[in-house]
């Protein structure tokens, strides 16, 4: 079976700093993958996703970016944390066609 | 460009009752659409998805939702509500494609 990982679970960092989010896949291959933001009583903000290694499209103009290195990870991150990149972090994966969308269990960032 | 509302950003019931989650969507051609829960500080799971096959959808927890094309609606149904029940939902919409719009999301709050 399919499991999805996300790390750190919580994480506080000052304005300013960089960040480095972590997500990865089992027991599947070649997933398309996904960065949404979570803002409270807004719904999901997708941020990026990708099709296969190195291939990244953005959805939103920011500081952030994203990448692929394996076939099964995918790192979100910023050189420059603002306060407005507090939210929760949430990475999915999705096998392709109909995209029934897998979630991780998401990231908590608080930017202070 | 489709899109997908979600009416009530709060709902509560008592537990016993009829749970009624709406969601309208707007599409050009016909969607997939699909129902998450997210239980606090959890990711997304999977509720239950329609993909044209039935437009009565049985999905996990007693869940189930009715796809209506004349009114474009994808409500979510639940005939006795349980404290367990009590989380925050998400309606989507997708055309297949790698992108998937989820509405702002429900709050359902079961009392005793």
């Known amino acids: 079976s399919q499991t999805i990982h996300q790390w750190p679970a919580t994480l506080v960092q000052p304005v300013g700093s960089p960040l480095s989010l972590e997500c990865t896949v089992e027991g599947t291959s070649n997933p398309n993958l996904y960065w949404y933001r979570q803002a409270a009583g807004r719904g999901l903000q997708l941020l990026f996703y990708s099709v296969g290694i190195g291939q990244i499209s953005s959805e939103v103009p920011q500081n952030l970016s994203a990448s692929r290195p394996q076939d099964r990870q995918f790192i979100l991150s910023s050189k420059k944390l603002l306060l407005s990149d507090s939210g929760f972090y949430l990475c999915?994966?999705?096998?392709?066609?109909?995209?029934?969308?897998?979630f991780g269990p998401g990231t908590r960032l608080l930017v202070l | 460009a489709q899109s997908v509302t979600q009416l009530g950003s709060h709902v509560s019931v008592s537990e016993g009752a009829l749970v009624l989650l709406r969601c309208n969507y707007s599409?050009?051609?016909?969607?997939?659409l699909f129902w998450y829960v997210q239980y606090p500080n959890q990711g997304l799971q999977l509720l239950l998805k329609y993909t044209s096959a039935a437009t009565l959808v049985k999905g996990i927890n007693g869940f189930e939702a009715e796809f209506k094309k004349s009114e474009t609606s994808f409500h979510l149904t639940k005939p006795s509500a349980h404290m367990s029940d009590a989380a925050e939902y998400f309606c989507?919409?997708?055309?297949?494609?790698?992108?998937?719009?989820f509405g702002a999301g429900t709050r359902l709050f079961v009392k005793a």
């Open positions: 989507a919409v997708s055309l297949g494609g790698f992108k998937t719009i």
């Open positions: 599409s050009s051609v016909p969607p997939y």
């Open positions: 999915a994966w999705g096998p392709g066609g109909q995209e029934t969308q897998y």
